[in-house]
């Protein structure tokens, strides 16, 4: 007989919709999701419960019973948050006393447990989640679909549309910082119309939104051949290396391989093939102009440029500069 499956875990609140608990976990090293998830249970905890009694302790400066005392109950019975930091570093009087806590927390005390990684403090971590605590992480942003991902969520929360080009290009016109993307994400939602267009992005973000590596690729996969050329000899001008550029034609094109030929909806084949729905869907409208005889064609050009760019080739740039031209001038344009 077949071993019935076990049931995956059930997956944890996230730092957009956890709630006030007596035992509450932050991990990861994202201070900017840490801190949303903060605000969110303290003005949660104020909304129903009224004034709150927040409370501040460095796990790695904690002094023996200092937890115990400060989830006392108070003179004004007022809500208690109490905030624990840097668990990371915790000494072992903080480790001690948390694991003394968590088998019997105090149900009317919410206490966040803040830890940004590592190793140090792993028998706390495990006795919160053991304890039945909300475990909620705080990752960076990795790559151009989490950032794009965390941009739509963005405007979702607050009932708005941005266009995924638009989410795309916000992302590369900003960068990488969580905290950089969210204040874009505010000033759009402040200032611009109801549903943002790349349009709006480039208005606001004109000056940021340079020639970069997914602007050559969208206009390659386009077969606009001249475009294409014009915006890498810019993307260059302004410092973009040819590795990057070689990986975003190569993301772009191997989405369209997988999708090429294919019948399904977007949001199945996105399942398949690890992949956002509007990607999918981007990736089969361009996948038209090529035939499979242009696919081969065109990823041998990308391997070929690959090569070249790692160290194989005398001149990186126009390596990329060829493979960029082989793939827009094959398929139908």
């Known amino acids: ?3 019935a499956r076990r049931p995956a875990p059930a997956a944890g609140p996230t730092w957009r919709d956890v709630e006030p608990a007596p035992l509450v976990l932050l991990t990861g090293p994202e201070d900017y999701l840490a801190a949303r998830a903060r605000d969110r249970v303290r003005a949660l905890l104020k909304d129903r419960r009224g004034p709150v009694e927040l409370s501040t302790v460095d796990a790695a400066a904690y002094a023996p019973g200092q937890l115990a005392a400060l989830a006392s109950p108070s003179l004004f019975d007022d809500a208690k948050l109490i905030h624990v930091t840097n668990l990371a570093a915790m000494n072992d009087d903080c480790l001690a006393d948390g694991l003394a806590y968590v088998q019997a927390p105090d149900p009317d005390v919410v206490v966040l447990w ?37 941009i739509v969520t963005e405007f979702r929360t607050h009932r708005r549309r941005i266009e ?4 795309r290009a916000l992302a590369a016109a900003v960068g990488s910082s969580t905290a950089e993307l969210a204040a ?15 349009d709006d992005v480039e208005k606001y973000y004109g000056g940021r939104v340079e020639a970069t590596a997914f602007k050559v690729a969208d206009a390659a996969l386009a077969g606009r051949a001249e475009n294409a050329l014009k915006l ?3 993307a260059l001008d ?3 290396d040819p590795v ?11 989405t369209i391989a997988q999708v090429h030929g294919t019948r399904g909806g977007a949001g199945q084949l996105a399942q398949r093939i690890g992949a956002a729905p509007w990607q999918v869907e981007r990736a089969q409208e361009e996948s038209r102009r090529f035939s499979e005889e242009d696919l081969v064609r065109a990823l041998r050009a990308l391997a070929e440029a690959d090569a070249q760019v790692k160290g194989e ?3 990186p740039a126009y390596a990329v500069e060829r493979a960029i031209t082989t793939i827009a001038l094959s398929g139908r344009r």
Do not use: Y
């Open 232 to 234: 890498w000899r810019q």
């Open 313 to 315: 080739g005398r001149d």
């Open 1 to 3: 007989m077949t071993p």
């Open 164 to 167: 995924p080009d638009a989410a």
């Open 114 to 150: 803040e830890h940004s990684g590592g190793n140090r403090g792993k028998r706390l971590l495990d006795a919160l989640k053991a304890a039945g605590a909300a475990v909620v992480e705080c990752k960076p942003l990795k790559n151009d679909r989490d950032k794009s991902e965390f």
């Open 184 to 198: 874009a994400c505010a000033q759009l939602l402040s200032d611009g119309p109801e549903s943002i267009t790349f």
């Open 238 to 240: 302004t410092g973009v």
């Open 244 to 254: 990057p550029m070689v990986g975003a034609l190569a993301a772009k094109l191997r």
